[in-house]
């Protein structure tokens, strides 16, 4: 797979969000490449022709810009991040996260981490030292088989598990967004237990995958029976 690279000046970094106050996104793009993920989208709004997962544009000057607009702005949550995975590979040569993350808790801003990779550990002092940071990984089967067919670029599902307990045991507050549940989530409820503080569970909602689904014959795990068997391995922990 051929990634382009493009290294650009974002205008602004600390954007408003639907779902929390603040959203920062130190990348356009992620090398992840999910077949499902609903945020394709920002190929039509930054005019990127390229697939999903082969672009990443690095806002090479996020902290700089952060560094101001936090001086300009309310303190209130912060998400890291909502349209790209903020330790996606590249960030372990570009540090854009880590230097944001610095940032935010030098200023005491909340912040609410969402990846799918264990690089977030390497920035675990800041973590540690943070006021109101919380980390949460997305975990969306236990099957490292299905993982591979959905999410072939996305870190192993054990590694994930593993930073998960890492991080709780350090004492950093973590949650697991168990959505969109994919095929193979029997058991992963049992597997999260005792190393995450909250879980959010939802069913696949978009139909970018479809093709997945029908390709391997797993059409029967988008049915509703399917998904409030797993959501009760959750309800009964
Ligand atoms: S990690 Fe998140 S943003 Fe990146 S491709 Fe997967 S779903 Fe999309």
Redesign the pocket.
């Known amino acids: 797979m051929t990634l382009i690279v493009k290294e650009i000046l974002a205008k602004t970094i600390l954007s408003k969000s639907k779902i929390y106050p603040y959203v920062v996104n130190p990348y356009t793009g ?1 090398q ?3 077949s ?2 609903y ?1 394709r989208f920002m190929k039509r709004v930054t005019g990127h022709t390229e697939p ?2 082969e672009f990443v544009d690095v806002k090479v000057n996020a902290a700089e810009l952060l560094r101001q607009e936090i001086t300009k702005k309310k303190r209130e949550r912060v998400w890291v991040s909502g ?3 903020p330790y ?1 590979p590249l960030e372990e040569k570009y540090r854009l996260t880590r230097q944001c993350l610095e940032i935010l808790a030098r200023n005491t801003w909340p912040v609410i981490i969402q990846t ?1 990779s264990p690089l977030v550990l390497r920035d675990i002092d800041i973590l540690r030292e943070a006021r109101d940071f919380e980390v949460g990984f ?1 975990v969306t089967t236990a099957d490292d088989t299905i993982r591979k067919l959905f ?1 072939p670029g ?1 870190p192993p599902i054990n590694d994930r598990i593993q930073a998960l307990d890492e991080l709780h045991k350090a004492g950093i507050r973590t949650y697991a967004m168990v959505a969109p549940v994919l095929p193979g989530a029997e058991g992963l409820a049992a597997l999260l237990k005792g190393k995450v503080d909250y879980v959010l569970i939802d069913r696949m909602n978009y139909h970018y995958a479809d093709q997945v689904y029908r390709k391997y014959g797993l059409e029967d795990k988008r049915a509703d029976d399917y998904f409030f068997r797993i959501q009760q391995e959750f309800t009964d922990l």
Do not use: I, L, P
């Open positions: 992620c992840h490449g999910c499902y993920c945020v999903w997962g349209v790209c995975d996606q799918r997305s999410e996305a």
